[in-house]
Nanobody
Framework: QLQLVESGGGLVQPGGSLRLSCAASGFTLDDYAIGWFRQAPGKEREGVSCISGGSGNTAYADSVKGRFTISRDSAKNTVYLQMNSLKPEDTAVYYC?????????????WGQGTQVTVSS
């Protein structure tokens, strides 16, 4: 059964860091694009970052460029999102999803999400 499981969320002060994990089972992450998305209360879901299958090209939303880094550990079949210099506006539920066709989607399977709260 194909499954994505996010972890690593929590409460952090502004300026702090968190690393989110997206662990896959039932398929090999290397073959798929993996995207990170987030949804804040009352707002639409937005794309945050993506890493393509194969070459591992990366892309970021303007709002997180220079602060977030996406990476992949093939041995662990896991994609990470390192989030630094966090701001209160980064508060959201973060989801990962996979796409066989690349970072433009469509997105096939979604994780359950992990809450990130940035607050003093």
């Amino acid at each position: 059964q194909l499954q994505l499981v996010e972890s690593g969320g929590g409460l952090v002060q502004p300026g702090g860091s968190l690393r989110l994990s997206c662990a896959a089972s039932g398929f090999t992450l290397d073959d798929y694009a993996i995207g990170w998305f987030r949804q804040a209360p009352g707002k639409e879901r937005e794309g945050v970052s993506c890493i393509s299958g194969g070459s591992g090209n990366t892309a970021y939303a303007d709002s997180v460029k220079g602060r977030f880094t996406i990476s992949r550990d093939s041995a662990k079949n896991t994609v990470y999102l390192q989030m630094n210099s966090l701001k209160p506006e980064d508060t959201a539920v973060y989801y990962c999803a996979d796409s066989y066709l690349g970072c433009s989607g469509p997105w096939d399977y979604w994780g359950q999400g992990t809450q990130v709260t940035v607050s003093s």
